[in-house]
């Protein structure tokens, strides 16, 4: 088995691509060994002196680091994630808590301009997002302001209010009128 890495905007944030599906569909962003609890590979990782942080997309898993270097990281995680893919054993626990986004907010007057603001995240957004190592998604609208979250090598990045503001506010301000402004949630 083969596991490639990628560089990601994020410094402490380090992308690795087994090959292989991660997930089937959604992504998981786990914060520290109690989120990773529900799936074996993230209690592997979690194991890991300095992984501060997992995030698992649908090819790719992104692990964020903390206080070690990543010559000292990098082995040890293609050696965890190799062993946990030879296992067979599952990503996720079958006991595994669904994965839902949900808490998204709106007025329903304003569901037109969402299901735009969302059509344009999910095609314009999330894919170049995902080749990052991250994710983003959509967590509310109110007043002409979005509200995104954004998460795995995306979140604490210190590109992502760029990206925020610049990117994803222009894309959205160019093809809704009514959106002023984006915010991180």
Same mark, same amino acid.
């Given at each position: 088995?083969?596991?490639?890495?990628?560089?990601?905007?994020?410094?402490?944030?380090?992308?690795?691509?087994?090959?292989?599906?991660?997930?089937?569909?959604?992504?998981? !962003?786990?914060?520290?060994?109690?989120?990773?609890?529900? *799936?074996?590979?993230?209690?592997?990782?979690?194991?890991?002196? $300095?992984?501060?942080?997992?995030?698992? $997309? *649908?090819?790719?898993?992104?692990?964020?680091?903390?206080?070690?270097?990543?010559? !000292?990281?990098?082995?040890?995680?293609?050696?965890?994630?190799?062993? !946990?893919?030879? *296992?067979?054993?599952?990503?996720?626990?079958?006991?595994?808590?669904?994965?839902?986004?949900? $808490?998204?907010?709106?007025?329903?007057?304003?569901?037109?301009?969402?299901?735009?603001?969302?059509?344009?995240?999910?095609?314009?957004?999330?894919?170049?997002?995902?080749?990052?190592?991250?994710?983003?998604?959509?967590?509310?609208?109110?007043?002409?302001?979005?509200?995104?979250?954004?998460?795995?090598?995306?979140?604490?990045?210190?590109? *992502?209010?760029?990206?925020?503001?610049?990117?994803?506010?222009?894309?959205?301000? !160019?093809?809704?009128?009514?959106?002023?402004?984006?915010?991180?949630?």
């Amino acid at each position: 088995m083969f596991i490639q890495t990628e560089a990601t905007p994020n410094p402490s944030t380090l992308k690795f691509l087994p090959g292989r599906t991660v997930l089937e569909q959604g992504t998981l !962003h786990m914060t520290g060994p109690t989120e990773g609890a529900q *799936s074996p590979l993230a209690e592997k990782l979690f194991a890991i002196e $300095g992984v501060a942080g997992v995030f698992f $997309g *649908s090819d790719f898993i992104t692990v964020t680091r903390s206080g070690v270097e990543w010559q !000292h990281l990098k082995p040890a995680i293609l050696g965890a994630i190799m062993e !946990h893919y030879l *296992s067979g054993a599952p990503i996720l626990r079958a006991d595994a808590a669904p994965l839902e986004e949900g $808490g998204e907010f709106y007025d329903e007057a304003d569901e037109d301009t969402v299901e735009t603001i969302k059509d344009l995240l999910e095609t314009r957004v999330r894919p170049a997002v995902a080749s990052d190592g991250g994710d983003i998604t959509f967590k509310g609208y109110r007043d002409g302001v979005v509200y995104l979250t954004m998460k795995g090598a995306c979140s604490g990045c210190p590109s *992502s209010t760029a990206t925020l503001r610049n990117g994803i506010q222009n894309l959205l301000r !160019h093809f809704v009128p009514d959106v002023q402004e984006v915010r991180a949630a």
